[in-house]
């Protein structure tokens, strides 16, 4: 899938959100608590969709179904700072929006750059979905049979040496932008 710098960027930061949300520090499955963990702040983690949108688009997670893939393609191609972004006015016929999520997209479309970021997580699920040249997309069902997995290692250690690594980059992360460290 071609997308433009902006989503090859952004996609790349929320592959690496949605991975830290998958498992908890022991192991377990834990996306569908993270994700209504983050649902639930939604209004304390709202000013991040100006500067950290991957933060914030995981409340939107599996919220859309594309009707026009095509035309979302087009989306994923543009640049915000080139004047053919679309506004959120001509994404929003391009995808269904579920409603669960509806007072989630009442509360991001307040915001002044509301729009702006609904037209990013709408791509950003649309590549999360659709973009075979991405990482596999996390797959909730999965994720216990992902677990069983790693303990069948040969080795018995499992590899989450990866994970780890990630869960470390993205605590540092926050710290930086004046988040409590896990560590601390």
């Given at each position: ?35 209504k ?20 688009v ?32 001509h ?14 997209l009442?509360?991001?479309l ?13 791509s ?7 973009d075979?040249?991405?990482p ?35 605590d ?13």
């Open positions: 899938m071609k997308k433009s710098y902006y989503f090859a960027e952004l996609s790349s930061s929320y592959d690496a959100e949605i991975q830290d949300l998958l498992n908890d520090s022991e192991g377990k499955s834990a996306l569908k608590h993270r994700l963990e983050k649902r639930q702040e939604l209004a304390s983690i709202l000013p991040m969709i100006e500067f950290a949108p991957e933060m914030v995981p409340v939107f997670y599996d919220a859309f179904s594309f009707a026009n893939p095509k035309a979302m393609a087009a989306v994923v191609d543009c640049e915000p700072d080139d004047g053919d972004f679309p506004g959120w006015d994404v929003s016929p391009l995808v269904t929006v579920a409603d669960w999520a509806a007072p989630y009442a509360a991001v307040a915001e002044r750059a509301g729009e702006e970021f609904m037209v990013t997580a709408a950003l699920e649309f590549i999360r979905k659709f075979h040249s991405a596999p997309a996390a797959a909730e069902d999965d994720d216990e049979d992902a677990d069983r997995e790693r303990s069948d290692d040969d080795d018995g250690r499992g590899d989450d040496d990866g994970e780890r690594d990630l869960a470390e980059a993205g540092d992360w926050l710290g930086e932008q004046g988040f409590d460290s896990i560590k601390s």
